[in-house]
């Protein structure tokens, strides 16, 4: 399981991760990545920031993201966690 920094916790977490599963209490939780402001100023503090997604394509937009911590996907799109990003990226 691939992990990233959640923010300046000092925690590393699952890049991809199940929506409940992950303790978001001090995240800025967001629906995608549009909001670059929101994104920065998080990041800039120190704030972990998650982003929901549904699809392979929105979990790959959100980790593009150095700002994002870690993608919530929906329980009932749970094969999302075994996402290959290499060879979504690549090819």
């Known amino acids: 399981m691939r992990e990233r920094w959640f923010g300046a916790t000092g925690r590393r977490v699952p890049e991809i991760a199940v929506e409940g599963e992950l303790e978001t209490d001090d995240a800025l ?44 996907v929906p329980e009932t799109r749970r094969e999302l966690l075994g996402l290959d990003l290499t060879e979504l990226t690549y090819g």
């Open 29 to 72: 939780v967001l629906d995608d990545v549009s909001d670059d402001a929101a994104l920065k100023a998080a990041h800039e503090e120190g704030r972990p920031v998650v982003v929901r997604a549904q699809s392979p394509e929105e979990v790959k937009a959100a980790l593009a993201r150095p700002e994002v911590a870690s993608v919530l």
